[in-house]
C-alpha cells in the first residue's frame, strides 16, 4: 500500500471521521488486521479560522504548502486536504508539495455523474459558496451546475458550521435550517445535495433530506482509499 498524507485539523472533529473511513475502507477491502498507511498534520485550528475570516490566504498558503512539504518528507506519496474550503489552496499545495493531492471536488463530480444528477444544492462554509474554485471546477470538469443558497440561508449554514458543528455541538433546530434551504432549493430545480464541508455529515444525512445526498467526507475518504491500494 502507498503512503497517504492527511492535511487535517480544520476541524479535527470531520478529520476524526476521515481517519476512521479510511480504516475502515482498507480494512473492508483487505481484511483481517490491515490498516491505512497515514501520516497526519494537525494544526491549531483557531488562529486557521481567523486567517479565513480576515482574509489572508496568502498567509495559510503559506502555512498548508509548508505542511504538504513536511508530510512528503516523512513519507507521503500523496496529499488529502480533509477540508473542502481549504481546497482553494489546493493548486498552490500540490506544487509546493510536489506530490498529487487527490481534489474532493473530483471525487464529487464522478460520484455525482455517476448518479445523474446535474444540479445539486451546494452546502458548505461561505467561502466554498461564494468563491468560485469549487463550483467551476465541478462546472468545467463534470458539466454540474451547483446551485447555492440565498444570502440569509448562508449566513445560518456558515454560522452553523464554524460555531456549532467544528465545536461538536449538534442541534436540531440547525438541522431545520439545513433542511429548509434544501426545500427552497428543491423548488427551483436542484436535483441532489451536496454536503460540502467535511463537518455537515455531522447533521444531516439521507434521512433528512428527501434529494439525493453526496457527503463530500465519505466520498473523499473512499478516493483515498483506492489511491493506497492502487
Known sequence: MRVLGLLGGMSWESTAI????????????????????LLL????????????????????????????????????????????????LHEAIE????????????????????????????????????????TKRLRDLFGITARIPDGDARIGIHRIIYEELCRGIIRDESREHYRNAVRR?????ADSVILGCTEIAMLI???DIDLPIFDTTAIHADMGVYWMLD
Open 41 to 88: 498534520w494537525s494544526p491549531d485550528f483557531a488562529p486557521i479560522a481567523e486567517r479565513q475570516r480576515e482574509d489572508d490566504w496568502s498567509a495559510l498558503t503559506e502555512q498548508l504548502s509548508r505542511a504538504g512539504q513536511h508530510l512528503k518528507r516523512s513519507g507521503a506519496e500523496a496529499l488529502l486536504i480533509c477540508s473542502n474550503t481549504m481546497h482553494c
Open 95 to 134: 506544487q509546493a508539495a510536489e506530490i498529487p493531492a487527490l481534489h474532493i471536488a473530483d471525487a464529487t463530480g464522478e460520484a455525482l455523474q455517476r448518479a445523474g444528477c446535474k444540479h445539486p444544492v451546494l452546502l458548505a462554509t461561505r467561502f466554498t459558496m461564494e468563491r468560485e474554485f469549487y
Open 18 to 37: 476521515y481517519y476512521r473511513l479510511l480504516n475502515e475502507g482498507v480494512r473492508a477491502r483487505k481484511g483481517g488486521l490491515h490498516s491505512a498507511p
Open 185 to 189: 432549493m428543491q423548488t427551483e430545480g
Open 205 to 207: 444525512s439521507q434521512d
